[in-house]
T-cell receptor, first 114, second 116 residues
């Protein structure tokens, strides 16, 4: 059974700093990994999707990496801004008993201190 | 122009009642999902429909019944609500398995259900 873990559960950093969020998963037989952000009282917004054959994806100040063999992914945020404050979740997509589904981690709550 | 919209945003009800949550997407997607987020913020899939056909049905009590009248709508009906059903329920959609596996999911803003 796939388990997705995100550590730490919460992180506070001063504005302007670069930071890394971590995601680990137990079953490496995945199709892809997605990073989402969730703002309080809102739904999830997909940030980046890395296919299993890829090593990284970049979008603006965000860079996500994937090491499938070791079951790890990181989300790097450069030059953090207060607007980056949110909960960040990673999710892996895989086949499970004939179905395909996403398994989510529990998230990292990020606070950027102005 | 909300891509995935669900109503109501908040739902407060008594134990034992029956309630429904509606979801609509205007993205032309083939696949829709219902996720439950518990008090610890853990998101877990409940159901998935592809072109109105059920393709994922996790271990969810029979009191939960999804209904897809067309591929743009996936409603969730809950019978005999229990205290443990209190959570945030998210609807989502994607282009669908037929488009390949590397399709992003688009989420609604959630329905916070509180059972008293």
């Amino acid at each position: 059974k796939q388990e997705v873990t995100q550590i730490p559960a919460a992180l506070s950093v001063p504005e302007g700093e670069n930071l890394v969020l971590n995601c680990s998963f137990t079953d490496s037989a995945i199709y892809n990994l997605q990073w989402f952000r969730q703002d309080p009282g809102k739904g999830l917004t997909s940030l980046l999707l890395i296919q299993s054959s890829q090593r990284e994806q970049t979008s603006g100040r965000l860079n996500a990496s994937l090491d499938k063999s070791s079951g790890r992914s990181t989300l790097y945020i450069a030059a953090s801004q207060p607007g980056d404050s949110a909960t960040y979740l990673c999710a892996v997509r895989q086949r499970d008993f004939g179905n395909e589904k996403l398994t989510f981690g529990t998230g990292t709550r990020l606070t950027i201190i102005p | 122009d909300t891509a995935v919209s669900q109503t109501p945003k908040y739902l407060v009800t008594q134990m034992g009642n029956d309630k429904s949550i509606k979801c609509e997407q205007n993205l032309g997607h083939d696949t829709m999902y219902w996720y439950k987020q518990d008090s610890k913020k853990f998101l877990k899939i409940m159901f998935s429909y592809n072109n109105k056909e059920l393709i994922i049905n996790e271990t969810v009590p029979n009191r939960f019944s999804p209904k897809s009248p067309d591929k743009a709508h996936l409603n969730l009906h809950i019978n005999s609500l229990e205290l443990g059903d209190s959570a945030v329920y998210f609807c989502a959609s994607s282009r669908g398995i037929s488009q390949g596996r590397n399709e992003k999911l688009f989420f609604g803003s959630g329905t916070q259900l509180s059972v008293l």
